[in-house]
């Protein structure tokens, strides 16, 4: 893939970069090693200083980066913006809670005291220089979940984002620069995917995180484990919406369809699978497709459109594929299913309920990355539970249940990294985020992704110290 700002909604290559030379690339990486002996050792309130400052200047920065990303992208302008006011707080929650997340842990000495030592103490060291492999979907948050706390930490990054986002990637860059960090604290490379197995393996380089696909994925954890390296992966998702019988049908129905099409549809979080208890099966489906139906798609840029356009041709090509097959397998398709008529330009595709899926569907195990949703009618909670786990992907979940012994049996049960009781899904500097079985290892976000990239090391003093 060429490195290129190409619009979506257009079509239309508006400009095109350059990827960095071998040159190129081996001095980012010498600063990339120069910055981190300087960062490693600056002390937290230097750092909360800087992250600060990052995210002071991504307020004021809000409406014009978000307009890049739509227009590299496509998602709602309203939405990029809550995008950036999004990295803006979490820059600040890790700014206000990474010290305390990463003090000092001092052991009981009576538990080590058959130890030899006097006293012991965990502390946690930064790593080094950490590579980023980041997606388009949302090219600002996802690069900021993984930044904020690994500079904080006393980490430095460097940025492979995905070829489609240029403009953005090198935004992120600059706003640290901006912010006062050290030069080659935080570093973009414009650089394809073949030229990342050089830098990961390249020793100046301590870890590596991917969010993405999962051949993407696969193939930084095999080069990773190949040097011995640690990694953090998010991949794909399929997740699951449960509604049963007590749930609040309306509340369900609203919050369902905004889970399906956040971002046009395309968010590994987003609810894909809607299993309904068919007690309430016709009632919520009326609800569910109404107000997909009623979604307006169109330009992105306009401030009262619902959906925009995918964001590549091959990405609606693929979307189409998962449709077709599932249709021409006995599908139905409640509402959608094809290109918007009024569209011609761009890649747009309009909101879609498919009905009656099988297993033998491709639909049915593979992700959809648009505004498609699935519907499941089951009998029981135990028939949910089984459809729910009937994927390779394990991300997270959504469950719709006011009754306690249901939520206790599908948080027991339900094989993902979160389920979210009666609300959508979605990501918190608080929370630790990620997944289970094809949807990754290793966790983002609260103190639990912030140890991610740290040296846990136990200190140890003798009886004489």
């Known amino acids: 893939m060429a490195i290129a700002t190409v619009n979506p909604a257009t079509g239309e290559t508006l400009k095109t970069f350059d990827a960095l030379n071998a040159g190129e690339i081996e001095d980012h990486l010498v600063r990339a090693e120069q910055a981190f002996q300087e960062h490693r050792t ?12 990052a995210a002071d200047l991504l307020d004021a920065d809000q409406d014009g980066i978000a307009r890049t990303m739509t227009t590299e992208m496509g998602k709602p302008l309203a939405q990029a913006r809550a995008e950036a006011a999004k990295c803006a707080k979490t820059m600040r ?38 590579l980023a492999v980041m997606p388009w979907n949302f090219p600002l948050w996802q690069v900021v979940r993984f930044a904020a706390p690994a500079l904080m930490a006393g980490n430095t990054g460097l940025l492979k984002h995905a070829s489609n986002v240029p403009q953005t990637a090198l935004y992120i860059e600059e706003l640290f620069r901006r912010a006062g960090y050290p030069e080659g604290c935080f570093q973009t490379l414009l650089i394809g995917s073949g030229a990342v197995e050089d830098i990961l393996r390249d020793p100046r380089v301590a870890a590596a995180t991917l969010t993405g696909s999962e051949p993407a994925g696969r193939s930084v954890a095999s080069i990773a484990g190949d040097e011995v390296k640690k990694t953090v992966l998010e991949l794909g998702g399929s997740d699951p919406f449960v509604v049963l019988p007590s749930a609040d049908l309306d509340k369900a129905a609203r ?3 905004t889970a399906r099409v956040q971002n046009n549809g395309q968010s590994c979080i987003a609810a894909k699978r809607f299993i309904v208890h068919e007690d309430v099966y016709d009632a919520f489906a009326e609800r569910f497709t109404g107000r997909m139906t009623a979604l307006t798609v169109g330009d992105p840029m306009d401030e009262n459109t619902d959906i925009g356009p995918l964001s590549s041709e091959q990405g609606r090509s693929d979307l189409e594929e998962l449709v077709d097959d599932a249709v021409h397998k006995g599908a139905t398709a409640l509402c959608g299913g094809q ?14 309920v498919l009905s009656g899926i099988t297993p033998e569907m ?3 195990y593979e992700e959809a990355f648009g505004p498609v949703a699935t519907l499941y009618r089951v009998a029981d909670l135990d028939e949910a539970v089984r459809v729910a786990n009937d994927t390779p992907f394990g991300l997270s979940s959504n469950a719709w249940t006011r009754d306690p012994d249901e939520q206790d049996r599908l948080a027991r049960d339900l094989q993902a990294g979160g389920v979210f009781f009666n609300g959508m899904t979605a990501s918190h500097p608080g929370l630790p985020f990620g997944g289970a079985k094809r949807s990754g290892y290793g966790r983002e976000l609260s103190g639990h992704g912030m140890k991610e990239f740290c040296n846990m090391t136990t200190l140890w003093y003798g009886p004489e110290d």
């Open 339 to 352: 290109r918007p008529p009024q569209h011609r330009a761009g890649w747009f595709y309009e909101p879609t």
């Open 42 to 53: 600056t002390s937290f309130a230097r750092r909360r200083e800087l992250l600060l400052a």
């Open 93 to 130: 929650w890790y700014a206000t809670h990474a010290e305390a997340l990463l003090a000092d842990e001092h052991p009981d000495p009576a538990d080590v005291s058959d130890s030899g030592a006097r006293r012991a103490v965990v502390r946690y060291r930064p790593l080094g220089t950490v």
């Open 362 to 364: 491709r639909i049915h």
């Open 255 to 257: 919050v369902g369809v």
